[in-house]
């Protein structure tokens, strides 16, 4: 259990770092401050890969799923690669949401930082209750298999509608139980009028981003547990790809229209996965293997948005 305790003390002390030192005083994060955080934090965790194979190579954590070092290693790559894919679809949904309660750059980041904190939570449990069900019931893994490949379905499908988070159920909800202001107060999310404690929008869009990641993580979980049912190697990947999605939000958030193309990758993505579930009793695949689909599928998407140039409508007379 110490290594379990030493990585959760890590995380809080990265945490910490985060806004007591380098976002200590608010300010508005520009692309290239934020280029260099998500540079940082993919080091970190790619770097982390170091200390899974020697936590395995000297059998300092439990492994229950009998991997090698190596294998340890290339299962959390991919695993890693696949929560980071899957959290550039979270950075739409952020950034809606930011638009909709119309929160100030200079704020966004703090809200970030508390919905990650409570991502940790969540996600933590998540990944407790995915692995004990895929350990105990082996049948579980055709169930997750079939809804990812059902949410693929839905993605490449796309929606008719689009996202309003102000009449989502959570915000109507809300607001039946607690009074909610319709003006920011600074940072602060809860105000004092009339005598009554109230929320104000940063409160609320929190609330409304916390409730979106549970929902992203019904699909990045059982995704990850395709790759392994380690649930340290599941947990760490997970973990890692969170806590570079602020800085990711801030790279990405303002080149939206630029990666048009990436939802078609997270598809693939899915799909190999929910395929990779639903065959795992017949075909075992390599390693390697996933590793490829899922970095190529992530780079083609990438490249094909960035070169592929956007029909321009012709302007009718």
Do not use: C
Request: net charge neutral.
């Amino acid at each position: 259990m110490w290594v379990w305790i030493l990585f959760i003390a890590l995380i809080i002390v990265f945490l910490a770092l985060d806004l007591g030192v380098f976002h200590k005083n608010e300010h508005v994060i520009k692309s290239k401050e934020a280029g260099i955080w998500t540079a940082v934090w993919i080091t970190v965790a790619l770097s982390f890969s170091g200390v899974i194979y020697w936590l395995f190579s000297a059998g300092l954590v439990d492994n229950p799923t009998g991997l090698t070092p190596n294998n340890a290693v290339l299962k959390y790559i991919t695993g890693y690669l696949i929560e980071l894919s899957l959290s550039i679809d979270n950075v739409f949904v952020i950034a809606v949401i930011f638009s909709a309660f119309k929160i100030p750059a200079l704020y966004q980041h703090r809200v970030l930082f508390w919905g990650i904190l409570g991502a940790i939570v969540f996600r933590g449990i998540m990944i407790v209750f995915g692995v004990a069900l895929i350990t105990k019931f082996e049948w579980i893994i055709y169930v997750f298999g079939v809804f990812l490949l059902y949410t693929a379905f839905k993605m490449l499908k796309g929606d008719d509608h689009e996202f309003n988070p102000k009449n989502s159920f959570v915000f109507r909800q809300l607001k039946k139980v607690y009074p909610i202001t319709n003006t920011l107060h600074g940072h602060d999310f809860f105000v004092k009028r009339m005598g009554l404690n109230a929320a104000t929008p940063l409160f609320v869009a929190l609330i409304v981003i916390e409730l979106t990641d549970v929902l992203f993580a019904l699909d990045s979980i059982p995704a990850i547990l395709a790759i392994t049912a380690d649930p340290f190697i599941v947990f760490s990947s997970n973990i890692l790809a969170i806590l570079g999605l602020r800085s990711m939000y801030f790279l990405i958030s303002r080149m939206l229209q630029k990666f048009r193309f990436i939802n078609y990758s997270l598809v693939v993505i899915l799909a190999f996965v929910g395929l990779k579930m639903l065959f795992s009793h017949q075909i075992e695949l390599p390693e390697w293997v996933s590793l490829t689909v899922i970095s190529v599928s992530l780079l083609v998407g990438i490249l094909a948005s960035l070169l592929i140039k956007e029909k321009e409508t012709v302007p009718s007379e």
